[in-house]
Structure formats: structure tokens, C-alpha cells
Nanobody
């Protein structure tokens, strides 16, 4: 079992930056792939970024490439999402997720943190 708690959301002006953090419980954090999803009002949930257990491999949605950076600190059981050059279309609830190596789906989800970008 993994429990995930996000923090760092808030209100920011367009062009600004925010860093989301996700603290994970459990002793096996370093064995999980981690991801960030977001869901805007009235829209489908979208995978924004993902990172492999070691941190070597990353994935970004085209909509955030070059602006967002995912990273992890396995010693601190924490994954981060650095968001720069924010746009109004980045406004959404952001969720931290974890996927075990034996799974093909993200099985663990945080409660979400709201990011609002004002134009």
C-alpha cells in the first residue's frame, strides 16, 4: 500500500511558476513509477508527466513539454512537478499517482491539489 499526499498548489499569474510535491508513505517508494495527472473542469483526466522508479526515464505530455519537469528524491519518498511558464489552460486539479512494477495501471492516487492560473 502506498499513500500519497500532494502539496504546493495555489493561485498564480500566467507566466509564473509553481512546484508541486507529493510525499509517499511506505518503504518501497523507489520501486514505484510515479506520475502526475490533471483534470480540468469538464475535461477528461490527462497524464501530464511520469518518471521511472530510478528517475532515469521521464515522460511528458506534449502540452507541457519544455515547461514542466518531473523529478523524484527516493531518499525522501517524494516526487516533484516543477511547473514554469504557466498558462491559463494549466488550471486543473493535479493528482500524484504511483504504479507498481508489476502493474500496468496507476493504482494509487493522492487527493489532488488545485492549481489555478489567472490570465
Amino acid at each position: 500500500q502506498v499513500q500519497l499526499v500532494e502539496s504546493g498548489g495555489g493561485l498564480v499569474q500566467a507566466g509564473g511558476s509553481l512546484r508541486l510535491s507529493c510525499a509517499a508513505s511506505g518503504r518501497t517508494f523507489s520501486s514505484y513509477a510515479m506520475g502526475w495527472f490533471r483534470q480540468a473542469a469538464g475535461k477528461e483526466r490527462e497524464r501530464v508527466a511520469a518518471i521511472s522508479p530510478s528517475g532515469i526515464s521521464t515522460y511528458y505530455a506534449d502540452s507541457v513539454k519544455g515547461r514542466f519537469t518531473i523529478s523524484r528524491d527516493n531518499a525522501k519518498n517524494t516526487v516533484y512537478l516543477q511547473m514554469n511558464s504557466l498558462k491559463s489552460e494549466d488550471t486543473a486539479v493535479y493528482y500524484c499517482t504511483a504504479r507498481a512494477s508489476s502493474s500496468v495501471t496507476y493504482d494509487y492516487w493522492g487527493q489532488g491539489t488545485q492549481v489555478t492560473v489567472s490570465s
